[in-house]
């Protein structure tokens, strides 16, 4: 029986097939407008997400007064013995790897100019080996350990500004725990980007060894976290921070503001463009419909007087908004999804958003959940908006019906 009513909905979507196909195609391409837009929104998530937990790790261990107190002096609020933590925190098989991050400021000189620098103290191998390439190496090398004497790798714009290349000399100056000032001289390994041009302007990279020298200290900024998969940072975060209640355990997200900043911006942005489509969609539905439901007025008032319930016939029109509505929504998908792999099979460079100095690659994310959910809720707004429509027309008067003209 309900096979017979979806027969008839189709058969009557059949009998226009221009108004059928425009209201398919707005259907179909706002479907494709929605999935495509959640799509890349997702993808940004993700980038950004894999960034973050490139940069600081997984999870970031401190001392509380690491994340909400600065310091009056340079690593007061800083982690001794952290070889010690750094090898109980191995010891879990959850963890891949623990980086020690020093953060320092100071001056940086070629002799006849200075410049204020934002300087990290690093370990240079296990460094570059887990995070991959996340320094875009202009010139020279990148920093190894045991190196004979100390090194730094230098910023492209800083590098510009102290007219420094690979095997220049240059000095160091930085405040020491104990309130000092300490200077130390320094050879250029590397020039690099890291594609935001203010951060090249003053990033200096140099080795823990190094660092801590330049500062006088034993003690490291924090520890990043590496962990097998990302989606183990919550549980892993609840674990170390029950096993170690005097530190402080932060996720990425805890750490990447930018992040944050972007998702809700998009999320605003995307959910305002889905609502605008939405709405699109429904009065195109509901604009066809009526169309429909008038021109059929009288053949409505001739099934009420056969005998047919104006439920059935509510039942009837709300199942051709289904067909309109889901025939749209699949066509969309397939729309979205197809670009999707055309993206990825010829790569499109976006330019550089603000702030940067380089692009990214254009890619949609294919998440079956969105695609379903979309569909689903397309199909159920075409249906609503027919049934709208069609409620006074189908509990019309038999009599005013028939005489409709």
């Known amino acids: ?34 999935l495509l837009a959640g799509g890349f929104a997702l993808f ?18 401190g001392q509380p007064e690491q994340f909400v107190k600065d310091e009056e002096t340079p690593l007061q609020h800083g982690l001794d013995n952290a070889n010690e933590l750094r090898n109980q925190l191995l010891a879990d098989p959850a963890v891949r790897s623990v980086l020690p991050k020093i953060e320092f400021s100071g001056l940086i000189s070629n ?25 875009t190496v202009k010139s020279g090398d990148i920093l190894a350990s045991g190196t004979p004497e100390p090194a730094v790798m230098l910023g492209d714009a800083l590098a510009r500004n102290l007219k420094a290349v690979p ?36 990033l200096v990279y140099t080795d823990i060894a190094t660092a801590q020298r330049l500062l006088n200290t034993q003690k490291v900024s924090s520890l990043g976290i590496f962990l097998s ?18 530190l402080t355990v932060q996720t990425w997200e805890d750490q990447a503001f930018f992040y944050k900043s972007v998702r809700g911006l998009y999320n605003r942005i995307f959910g305002a463009l889905g609502l605008i489509i939405g709405v699109i969609v429904v009065f195109v539905v509901t604009n066809a419909m009526s169309m429909a439901i008038i021109e059929r007025t009288c053949e409505l008032g001739t099934l009420r007087a056969l005998g047919t319930l104006p439920a059935q016939l509510l039942r009837t029109l709300s199942l051709e908004g289904m067909v309109l509505g889901g025939v749209g929504a699949l066509a969309g998908a397939a729309i979205a999804l197809c670009v999707s792999i055309f993206l990825l099979v010829v790569p499109v460079e ?19 959940l969105m695609y379903l959910t979309t569909i689903a809720v397309m199909v159920l707004l075409t249906m609503a908006a027919s049934a709208w429509v069609a409620r006074r027309t189908v509990n019309m008067p038999v009599v005013d019906a028939l005489a409709h003209t």
């Open 111 to 135: 002799g006849d100019k200075s410049i204020v620098m934002m300087g990290l103290g690093v370990e240079p191998d296990s460094e570059f080996s887990v995070k991959g390439p996340f320094l």
């Open 350 to 368: 976006m330019p550089p958003p603000p702030g940067r100095s380089v692009g990214y690659p254009l890619n949609i994310t294919v998440d079956p």
């Open 167 to 202: 095997g220049s000399s240059l000095t160091l100056l930085a405040s020491t725990t104990d309130g000092a000032l300490n200077a130390m001289d320094v050879r250029v390994k590397g020039i690099f980007a890291t594609g935001t041009p203010e951060i090249d302007k003053r």
């Open 229 to 246: 998969r990302m989606n183990q940072t919550q549980p892993m975060q609840a674990q170390f921070a029950k096993a170690y209640p005097s």
């Open 1 to 34: 029986m309900n096979f017979m009513w979806l027969k008839f909905a189709i058969q009557n979507t059949l009998r226009n097939r221009r108004r059928s196909l425009v209201t398919v195609s707005i259907a179909a391409l706002g479907t494709a407008g929605i």
């Open 44 to 61: 940004t998530y993700q980038s950004l997400a894999e960034a973050a937990a490139r940069d600081y790790g997984h999870l970031v261990v």
